[in-house]
T-cell receptor, first 115, second 117 residues
Framework: NAGVTQTPKFQVLKTGQSMTLQCAQDMNHEYMSWYRQDPGMGLRLIHYSVGAGITDQGEVPNGYNVSRSTTEDFPLRLLSAAPSQTSVYFC??????????????FGPGTRLTVT | AQKVTQAQTEISVVEKEDVTLDCVYETRDTTYYLFWYKQPPSGELVFLIRRNSFDEQNEISGRYSWNFQKSTSSFNFTITASQVVDSAVYFCALSEAPYSGTYKYIFGTGTRLKVLA
């Protein structure tokens, strides 16, 4: 199993550009989520999904969109990049079965810089 | 609302010292889950332990041990005889079991542990 994969690993954007961060998992996990990690702020939840077709907002959703058309994929879209979105982005997945009792598996992260 | 507090931003110890990382949580639910993750300098996030709210037994895994106390809403992590390879950022996290079917994991801000040789 590849686990959770994220592409790209590094990205530089100019203010106002849009892009999609890709996330895929091959573990048939129902639950997937996106976090951003900033110095001193820990991991903050952007959006999450408990299954295909179901998404919800986390703590810091503004400026980001998600969709979940398949169990495997959970892309994160930046609509109009801003310097405040410079961060490291992690995708994660876990078993669900309707319960948040399972640990999350994390991808390697995407380091995004917006100039 | 859910909240996880890791008040220790950074801790430095000398190798072979014991160190405890604190985690205090807030939740309104009676059923919830607590987690610890490790983020070494390479950047990946590694799962260490899961504990549910009904199991207050302490757990030991090698040099690692965890102390869960519902009375103080704490889930502390102790490393015994620390080693340089323990240098990392450690995150505590909380999730609740809602009735609505959707749920979130909430992370603390992390504690950076530096183990000096």
């Amino acid at each position: 199993n590849a686990g959770v994969t994220q592409t790209p690993k590094f990205q530089v954007l100019k203010t106002g550009q849009s892009m999609t961060l890709q996330c895929a998992q091959d573990m048939n996990h129902e639950y997937m989520s996106w976090y951003r990690q900033d110095p001193g702020m820990g991991l903050r939840l952007i959006h999450y999904s408990v299954g295909a077709g179901i998404t919800d907002q986390g703590e810091v959703p503004n400026g980001y969109n998600v969709s979940r058309s398949t169990t495997e994929d959970f892309p994160l879209r930046l609509l109009s990049a801003a310097p405040s979105q410079t961060s490291v982005y992690f995708c994660a997945s876990s078993y669900s079965l309707g319960s948040p009792s399972y640990e999350q598996y994390f991808g390697p992260g995407t380091r995004l810089t917006v100039t | 609302a859910q909240k996880v507090t890791q008040a220790q931003t950074e801790i430095s110890v000398v190798e072979k010292e014991d160190v405890t990382l604190d985690c205090v949580y807030e939740t309104r639910d009676t059923t919830y889950y607590l987690f610890w993750y490790k983020q070494p300098p390479s950047g990946e996030l590694v799962f260490l332990i899961r504990r549910n709210s009904f199991d207050e037994q302490n757990e030991i895994s090698g040099r690692y041990s965890w102390n869960f106390q519902k009375s103080t809403s704490s889930f502390n992590f102790t490393i015994t005889a620390s080693q340089v390879v323990d240098s990392a950022v450690y995150f505590c996290a909380l999730s609740e079991a809602p009735y609505s079917g959707t749920y979130k994991y909430i992370f603390g801000t992390g504690t950076r542990l530096k183990v000096l040789a």
